[in-house]
Structures are given as structure tokens and as C-alpha cells.
């Protein structure tokens, strides 16, 4: 069932991750690697910086969305360099 979670979570983070940096979508699978990407990115740097967004489902997919914006404006800098 947690499986399932992480799975619901990335992709809602990926999803709404695509929308915010724009261009950014990488279809269904593609925004569900990078929502669960961004969740392990996103718990990371939250610690780091002493952030938190709460518990729970909505904490989980604040947190993992932050993480995969980051990721995909990493991504995409790497991308334009290219």
C-alpha cells in the first residue's frame, strides 16, 4: 500500500511541478520518476534549510513538488547547455 502512496504522491508532484516550471512536463511516467525524485530532493533540502511543510498527505506532496522543480530546472539548465 505505501508503495502505492509514493506512487500517487510522485505523480501528483511531478504533475503539478510540470505545470509551474512550464515545458517541463515528461509525460505520465516521466513526471512520476521526477515527483518521487523530487519528494527524496525536496525532504532533503526541507532539512537542510529547516523547512517544513507538515505532515501528511498535503506536507508529502508540497514537500516532493518543491524538490521537483528543483529538479526539473536543474534539468533543464543541463538540457540548454547541451
Do not use: C, P, Q
Not at 502512496?5 to 501528483?12: D, E, P, R, S, T
Not at 509525460?27 to 520518476?33: E, F, Q
Request: hydrophobic share 60%.
Amino acid at each position: 500500500m505505501e508503495f502505492l502512496w509514493i506512487i500517487l504522491v510522485g505523480l501528483i508532484a511531478g504533475w503539478l511541478a510540470s505545470k509551474l516550471v512550464r515545458g517541463g512536463g515528461l509525460g505520465l511516467v516521466g513526471n512520476i520518476v521526477v515527483g518521487v525524485i523530487g519528494a527524496l530532493l525536496g525532504g532533503f533540502l526541507a532539512g537542510k534549510l529547516g523547512f517544513t511543510a507538515g505532515g501528511g498527505f498535503w506536507g508529502s506532496i508540497v514537500t516532493a513538488t518543491m524538490g521537483a522543480v528543483v529538479l526539473l530546472v536543474l534539468l533543464r539548465l543541463l538540457n540548454i547547455r547541451r
